[in-house]
Structures are given as structure tokens and as C-alpha cells.
């Protein structure tokens, strides 16, 4: 299975910085097959950003994906309150989908 | 607009066997492409993504748990149903189910059921 590692495990930030977040796999996943998901507490994971760069509906343009291989990062601009959240990365290339640890955004 | 649904026993023994239901609306399971997923989240670990199903039958399980779970489908009752074999306390976790599109235009999880929270105690 592809082992997903993200980093950090927490980000501290204010409103208003930019957040980067870092998911490494340990095999080469195609950037077709890599998405981004936010989750806040007891609510269900909301897919984010989906082959490594494309928003999901509703997303606003502040969130942005890149990335290739085995590396690749999740970023926020302008940290609205609403964005204090925990991140995971999901890679859907290859089975079993594997999700990585987390990283929590906090204020 | 898709919608998904988890329901099933919110408490079970050791070593009794789990049965959760997904049902949903807003997609038919006989369309090509159409697939849904379990994901469990257990207190201080990742989200794993237990078991798959797709529109042809197609089926996958995670693979250290393959010998204790069974997903099926009754597209007549747009529902998914995941059995999981011999609980542990361990299991003791949120179940999400959620759809996805397989094959090579595959979709990661993109709607997402509530979540029922499972405990397993005697």
C-alpha cells in the first residue's frame, strides 16, 4: 500500500497568514489520483482540492494544489477564520486509497 | 444532489459481528463508474479506507482487515451494506460511507454520508 505522510502535524497561524501543507508518499502517485480534504470537528471529511491542482465546487480560490511524484502540497492564502481545520490527503491512484495522518491548522 | 446515510448498531460486544447499512439517493450503483466506499476514523489514527464497492461488482477491501470484512450491494434498495467480522475494541471508530466514480476516470470520495460512531465494550 502507498504510505502517506503529511507535514507538520500541526500548523500554527493566524487569520490572514498563509498556510502550507506538505503530503509525501512513498511510492510515485499519479497527479491525477491526489486530493486534498478539510475536516472540522464532528463533521465528515469535505473534499477539498481533487487531482493534485482542481478545486472542488465551492471551494474558494484561495486553497491551491500542486505537486508531483511523490511530493506534494496544499496551500491556503489569506487564512480566513472558517479554514482552522484539520487537512488529509488522499491518494486514489493505486488500492488499497490511502488516506495520510493529518494536519490540524490551528489559531 | 447525492445524499448518503450510515445506519446500524452504535454498540456492539467483542467479538460479535458489525452490520452497517449505507443508503443513499441521487445516484443509481448500476451506472458505470458509480462506487461507494466505507472510511473508518478510529481516535488517534488516519482514516482508513476499509472496503469498496463498484458498479460491476468490483470489490476491495484494506488489506489487513480483508479476512474479517464482506461489502455488497442491493441496487434495488440503493443501499451498501459492511459486515465486519470478531469486533475489538480497537474498531471502535466513526464509519462514514461515501461515493466515488472507479475505473479510469476515478474520483476521489466527493459526498459524504454523516458518520455513526461504533464502540465495541462488553
Known amino acids: 500500500e502507498i504510505v502517506l505522510t503529511q507535514s507538520p502535524d500541526t500548523l500554527s497561524l493566524s487569520p490572514g497568514d498563509r498556510a502550507t501543507l506538505s503530503c509525501r508518499a512513498s511510492?510515485?502517485?499519479?497527479?491525477?489520483?491526489l486530493a486534498w480534504y478539510q475536516q472540522k470537528p464532528g463533521q465528515a471529511p469535505r473534499l477539498v482540492i481533487y487531482?493534485?491542482?482542481s478545486r472542488a465546487t465551492g471551494i474558494p480560490d484561495r486553497f491551491s494544489g500542486s505537486g508531483s511524484g511523490t511530493d506534494f502540497t496544499l496551500s491556503i492564502n489569506r487564512l480566513e477564520p472558517e479554514d482552522f481545520a484539520v487537512y488529509y490527503c488522499?491518494?486514489?491512484?493505486?488500492?488499497?486509497?490511502?488516506f495520510g495522518q493529518g494536519t490540524k491548522v490551528e489559531i | 444532489q447525492i445524499t448518503l446515510k450510515e445506519s446500524g448498531p452504535t454498540l456492539v460486544k467483542p467479538t460479535q459481528t458489525l452490520t452497517l447499512t449505507c443508503t443513499f439517493s441521487?445516484?443509481?450503483?448500476?451506472?458505470?463508474?458509480?462506487?461507494v466506499g466505507w472510511i473508518r476514523q478510529s481516535p488517534g489514527k488516519a482514516l482508513e479506507c476499509l472496503a469498496l464497492?463498484?458498479?460491476?461488482?468490483?470489490?476491495r477491501y484494506w488489506p489487513s482487515l480483508s479476512t474479517r470484512l464482506t461489502i455488497t450491494k442491493d441496487t434495488s434498495k440503493n443501499q451498501v451494506v459492511l459486515t465486519m467480522t470478531n469486533m475489538d475494541p480497537v474498531d471502535t471508530g466513526t464509519y462514514f460511507c461515501?461515493?466515488?466514480?472507479?475505473?479510469?476516470?476515478?474520483?476521489?470520495?466527493?459526498?459524504w454520508g454523516q458518520g455513526i460512531l461504533v464502540t465495541v465494550s462488553s
Open positions: 461515501a461515493h466515488m466514480i472507479g475505473g479510469a476516470a476515478r474520483q476521489p470520495f466527493d459526498y
Open positions: 487531482a493534485t491542482s
Open positions: 441521487g445516484f443509481s450503483l448500476n451506472t458505470n463508474g458509480m462506487g
Open positions: 488522499l491518494q486514489y491512484d493505486r488500492s488499497p486509497r490511502t
Open positions: 511510492q510515485s502517485v499519479s497527479s491525477s489520483f
Open positions: 464497492i463498484f458498479w460491476n461488482d468490483d470489490k
